[in-house]
């Protein structure tokens, strides 16, 4: 049993996502507020229409989208958090759904309503709001495709009122691809849409900057500049007219802000601004010559609550794909035209009556009935053409040069976009793979991006003293991985420390992608050793180590039989050992002490002596009135350490 859209109210989706109540509905989608069970926060959960489930070009698209949209970390950008599909229907084509940040509050479209047309410093405000979201995405590759007031939320959280937040990214170009659709597909909203997008169906960042200078007029004047009984007429205006000034309906605007507007919906696509970035900066410098500041953004509330996109009820209208879009689409509605239709835009305005319309109303009914029935083949012609005509199947590119990929791929009216990677197997020139991949769907004048190889990766020769960052980038600039390990660190003396002296596999041998590559660094000059100075003085053994480049310090004395007082035992570090230069070395002197020769001295002189010079004395005892030193030991000259003890032998 396939349910209903609003049965899905309650229902846990993913085993994650409780659903609740039904924000929004439109041709496209429907909006629920929900909960995110994990992570115990509000979310808005966009479940598409399931007609679009069975189309596996629709699916690929959508996930694709969803991932680019998720990549997008912005301020004014509605966060989208994941993508799924339902399966909880039990239905072989599971509905496609996306998780977004829940905004509170209303729309552009809610504020325009209660106030008609905004103050400059208002709608310049919001304006760059916008435009600072479209040049994250532009910058990230991304084109918006449908901006309208409808698709900016205005929510709680901006300084002393709201923030604006553009919503859907991508998912206006998912629902393109979907070729399945029997009766309608959604394109974008007449009245927003720029002439290329309504002739070829090509879009582009200039096609947001015309979109949204749309949008900056309509703030200004409380309209949109084209209005029309049919789609067909408000498309015809948006290819073969040039925007006004909107100082024609508001005539107290200043030049400045008509040659902002103007500028930015010219219909040639390279008289525009290059992206939202540039059209940005010029709107930014007119509100800086008109000494204007940015304002509060009110905050207002929807007729329905607001979530992650506004409500479609309005804003995601799908029409059938017939010549004539009936009037009630008006300027919000997301309109489809099929290509025939698109192309015959350059054709006199058909709103438009000629002079020899009554003289066609007295055409013989055979004639009429004629007509009838080459009206009716050319509606058959379109709708084939809007529902299966206008798709192609991506060929299969790989393996061929990129020459080849080209013609096969215009051959086809798409066009190729050219990427160039690194491959472990397929030669350098060759096509690896193309995106979308063979055998998907795709507009006729989609963008298919084309992976030439490079052949297999090559170290590359990075030159001894390059920073660490330029080595990196260099290798992975040929899709290697660099690492860095102390253990492979070497000592130069040409090289500053810390500055790389060479690469491991060396530069120009030949890796797979994603292979490591070590960055040698430098460790400065290698280590000198300690010299050996002892038995030297302490001030020769100072300054052998001073010029050696280390500094010297007294760290004791220590005694030693061969070596004089006041002179070198030893150093810490000892002798021979490298250390870094510029470390301290301790030096070890002498404390030993040359014993005097007392033998043949009377005893009591002797033991005078060597009392006076710290020693100790055994058998100094005299046994007469006069008595000699014959013997001592330790004998005269010899070192021995300070309080040593001195054995004599004496007569008588």
Wanted: net charge negative.
């Amino acid at each position: 049993m396939t349910r209903t859209e609003t049965s899905l109210a309650g229902a846990l989706l993913d085993r994650r996502y409780r659903v609740g109540d039904l924000i929004a509905r439109g041709g496209m989608s429907s909006v629920y507020r929900g909960v995110d069970t994990r992570l115990d926060r509000p979310v808005a959960v966009k479940v598409m229409d399931s007609r679009f489930a069975g189309d596996r070009s629709f699916v690929d698209r959508f996930e694709r989208e969803a991932r680019s949209a998720a990549r997008l970390h912005h301020p004014h950008v509605v966060a989208v958090h994941d993508q799924g599909f339902d399966t909880s229907t039990g239905s072989d084509n599971p509905r496609a759904f996306l998780v977004m940040e829940l905004v509170d509050g209303g729309t552009l479209r809610d504020l325009l309503t209660e106030r008609g047309r905004l103050d400059v410093p208002l709608a310049l405000t919001v304006a760059e709001q916008v435009l600072s979201a479209l040049a994250a995405a532009h910058t990230a590759g991304l084109v918006h495709r449908d901006i309208k007031p409808e698709n900016v939320l205005i929510g709680t959280g901006g300084d002393a009122g709201g923030v604006v937040k553009v919503a859907d990214f991508g998912l206006v170009r998912a629902a393109a691809s979907a070729g399945t659709t029997s009766t309608s597909v959604i394109l974008g909203t007449v009245a927003y849409l720029s002439p290329e997008q309504v002739s070829t169906g090509a879009a582009s960042a200039r096609s947001d900057v015309y979109s949204t200078g749309i949008l900056l007029y309509e703030m200004l004047t409380g309209q949109v500049p084209y209005r029309g009984d049919t789609a067909l007429s408000v498309a015809y205006r948006h290819v073969n007219d040039d925007v006004p000034p909107p100082s024609t309906v508001v005539p107290e605007l200043p030049p400045a802000l008509d040659d902002l507007v103007v500028r930015a919906t010219r219909r040639e696509v390279d008289a525009r601004p290059a992206d939202a970035e540039a059209f940005l900066a010029e709107l930014e410098n007119v509100r800086s010559v008109l000494g204007l500041r940015p304002t509060p953004v009110p905050i207002v509330t929807a007729p329905r609550a607001s979530g992650a996109t506004p409500a479609e009820t309005d804003s995601e209208l799908t029409v059938p794909a017939l010549p004539a879009v009936p009037a009630e689409a008006g300027p919000r509605g997301t309109q489809a035209l099929p290509r025939p239709v698109a192309e015959r835009l350059q054709q006199p305005d058909p709103g438009e009556v000629s002079p020899a319309a009554p003289a066609r109303r007295r055409a013989p009914l055979v004639v009429l009935a004629l007509v009838v029935l080459l009206v009716l083949g050319g509606v058959g012609a379109g709708v084939w053409w809007f529902s299966n005509g206008r798709y192609v199947d991506v060929p299969s590119v790989a393996g061929m040069t990129r020459d080849e990929a080209e013609t096969a791929l215009r051959q086809l009216e798409l066009t190729p976009v050219f990427a160039e990677e690194r491959h472990n197997t397929t030669p350098s020139g060759t096509v690896i793979r193309s995106d979308p991949d063979s055998g998907a769907r795709a507009l006729q004048g989609d963008e298919v991006t084309v992976f030439v190889s490079l052949g297999r990766p090559v170290v590359p020769d990075v030159r001894a003293g390059a920073s660490v960052e330029e080595a990196e980038r260099a290798i992975s600039a040929v899709q290697l991985e660099p690492r860095v390990s102390p253990e492979t660190d070497e000592y130069s003396n040409d090289v500053p420390e810390g500055a790389v002296v060479t690469l491991k596999p060396q530069p120009g041998s030949q890796a797979n992608v994603g292979d490591a590559v070590t960055i040698v660094r430098s460790k400065g000059p290698p280590p000198t050793p300690v010299p050996d100075v002892s038995g030297k003085s302490r001030e020769q053994a100072f300054q052998a180590l001073r010029d050696a480049g280390f500094e010297p310090y007294e760290a004791g004395k220590e005694f030693s039989a061969d070596v004089p007082a006041g002179h070198v035992v030893r150093t810490e570090p000892a002798n021979g050992s490298t250390v870094e230069q510029g470390n301290r070395v301790g030096v070890f002197v002498s404390n030993a002490v040359e014993v005097p020769s007392v033998v043949g001295r009377r005893t009591e002189k002797a033991v005078q002596i060597l009392r006076e010079a710290g020693f100790e004395v055994s058998g100094g005892d005299s046994r007469g009135p006069i008595s000699f030193v014959i013997d001592q030991s330790p004998g005269g000259g010899e070192l021995v350490e300070p309080g040593a003890t001195i054995s004599l032998s004496v007569i008588p």
